[in-house]
């Protein structure tokens, strides 16, 4: 099975702008996950969603958004960007919702100008 | 408040001695304990949980309560075993798909 895929694999955005990255999670995986990862916050969780609908959300600003497709597919946005939303975002998927193994992608490096 | 602390930002060992990478955790309740590793150049991946109770790769970790410890612990290391390892629990107060990671230990193995 393919694991994980994320793209881009790197951004380049300035401050302001918005930026969109994609997750493909593994086939028949159904959960996906998103973290961001910076060296000062560590792994942080963003939002986890689960046959279209949002399950839970992390403590991050209503800047940050994400979305399920019926394909499990996941996007997650950030609206006007800052400087601090310089981070790799791990997105992760699983079988089924709760308490189960997670298979984390390489990440989107993200960084903001 | 849930937390993962990992007290040791670097561990650093000879190949063949004991290894172990603490970890200590605040949460009400009966969390579950995960170990996750990232070897370099690669992406994360689970290790291990305390509910498999399994053996990989050598390591181990127990899950004590009475302590909030979840340590994870080799007999003997192995220069492939140099990554970044990270604590993470997960349970009913946080929503089970959502970890919450400690901020990792790097282990380096040398020769």
């Known amino acids: 099975k393919a694991g994980v895929t994320q793209t881009p694999r790197y951004l380049i955005k300035t401050r302001g702008q918005q930026v969109t990255l994609s997750c493909s999670p593994i086939?028949?995986?159904?959960?996906v996950s998103w973290y961001q990862q910076t060296p000062g916050q560590g792994l942080q969780f963003l939002f986890e969603?689960?046959?279209?609908?949002?399950?839970n959300k992390g403590n991050f600003p209503g800047r940050f958004s994400g979305r399920q497709f019926s394909n499990s597919r996941s996007e997650m946005n950030v609206s006007t960007l800052e400087l601090g939303d310089s981070a790799l975002y791990l997105c992760a998927s699983s079988l089924l919702a709760g308490g189960v193994e997670q298979f984390f992608g390489p990440g989107t490096r993200l960084t903001v100008l | 408040a849930q937390r993962v602390t990992q007290p040791e930002k670097l561990l650093s060992v000879f190949k063949g001695a004991p290894v172990e990478l603490k970890c200590n955790y605040s949460y009400s309740g009966s969390p579950e304990l995960f170990w996750y590793v990232q070897y370099s150049r690669q992406r994360l991946q689970l290790l291990l949980r305390h509910i498999s109770r399994e053996s990989i790769k050598g390591f181990t970790a127990d899950l004590n309560k009475g302590e909030t410890s979840f340590h994870l612990k080799k007999p003997f290391a192995q220069e492939e075993d140099s990554a970044m390892y990270y604590c993470?629990?997960?349970?009913?107060?946080?929503?089970?798909?959502?970890?919450?990671f400690g901020t990792g230990t790097r282990l380096l193995v040398s020769p």
């Open positions: 993470a629990l997960s349970g009913q107060n946080t929503g089970f798909q959502k970890l919450v």
């Open positions: 086939s028949g995986h159904r959960s």
């Open positions: 969603y689960f046959s279209e609908t949002q399950r």
